[in-house]
């Protein structure tokens, strides 16, 4: 189910990692919308290990992701719980902002449906004043 080499552990199967509330502490928000800022600022590369050039990767690299992050156990690695937070709070920033553009359409649609009903009014306004200008055309 598991070898080390030099190239690293592999697992067959699901690497557990414990993320009970109970074995935890010194709790502090984050806010998704400059998680995100950070992951998308943050380089990504396709790259290989030196002892394993066979196998592509993508990601960042540790010391880019310590910088923006200041997570983990060093700016040589990057934890996969570190890794996985990130990504998790990078889509609730996403969602956020998703949802505030979804708010703001819904405002101009509002707007621009307001605006065709004066429009129509104006035009009907526009028809019987011309009409009432001249009896001829009724």
């Known amino acids: 189910m598991m070898r080390l080499s030099s190239g ?3 697992v067959n199967g699901t690497f557990v990692s414990a993320s009970d509330r109970d074995q935890k502490e010194n709790f502090s928000a984050v806010s998704p919308r400059e998680v995100l800022e950070k992951v998308a ?3 990504i590369s396709e790259w290989n290990y030196k002892d ?3 196998s592509r990767h ?3 690299m540790a010391q880019d992701f310590h910088a923006a992050f200041g997570v983990g156990p060093d700016e040589k690695h990057i934890a996969t719980v570190d890794a996985d937070g990130v990504a998790l709070a990078a889509i609730q920033g996403l969602n956020q902002k998703v949802e505030e ?3 703001a359409l ?3 649609e509002a707007r621009i449906a ?3 009903a004066e429009l129509v009014e104006l035009r009907n306004l526009l028809v019987q004043a011309v009409n009432s ?3 001829t055309r009724q």
């Open 8 to 10: 690293g552990l592999r």
């Open 41 to 43: 600022s943050l380089p």
């Open 52 to 54: 394993d050039p066979a």
């Open 58 to 60: 993508v990601g960042p």
């Open 101 to 103: 553009q979804a708010a």
């Open 106 to 108: 819904r405002a101009r």
């Open 114 to 116: 307001r605006l065709e």
């Open 133 to 135: 200008g001249n009896p």
